[in-house]
């Protein structure tokens, strides 16, 4: 069975930092693209970030550019989001997600996790 757990969220002041983590079994995802993915309340879910599998090629959404670095290590069969500078509207359901290249998990990932809540207090 396929799994892809999210750890790592939490509650934290803006201008803190969070590291997300996403572990996967059932299968090795090295050579899948990897991302994340956030829903807030009252809004769908949107795009955040991904790398490819290699970790060569990153990408972002404009609005996370320059806090948030995505990362993996593929001997864990995990992918990482280092989360700096947060704000309140950063606040979300964070999923993250796998595909078989860049653009198939930016458009339409194959897998997802369950989730893990980020809060950022004012």
């Known amino acids: 069975q396929v799994q892809l757990v999210e750890s790592g969220g939490g509650l934290v002041q803006a201008g803190g930092s969070l590291r997300l983590s996403c572990a996967a079994s059932?299968?090795?995802?090295?050579?899948?693209?990897r991302g994340w993915f956030r829903q807030a309340p009252g809004k769908e879910r949107e795009f955040v970030a991904a790398?490819?599998?290699?970790?060569?090629?990153?990408y972002y959404a404009d609005s996370v550019k320059g806090r948030f670095t995505i990362s993996r290590d593929n001997a864990k069969n995990t992918v990482y989001l280092q989360m700096n500078s947060l704000k309140p509207e950063d606040t979300a359901v964070y999923y993250c997600?796998?595909?078989?290249?860049?653009?198939?998990?930016?458009?339409?990932?194959?897998?997802w996790g369950q989730g893990t809540q980020v809060t950022v207090s004012s």
């Open positions: 997600a796998a595909g078989g290249e860049l653009r198939t998990v930016v458009a339409r990932p194959d897998y």
């Open positions: 790398i490819s599998w290699s970790g060569g090629s990153t």
């Open positions: 059932g299968r090795t995802f090295s050579n899948y693209a």
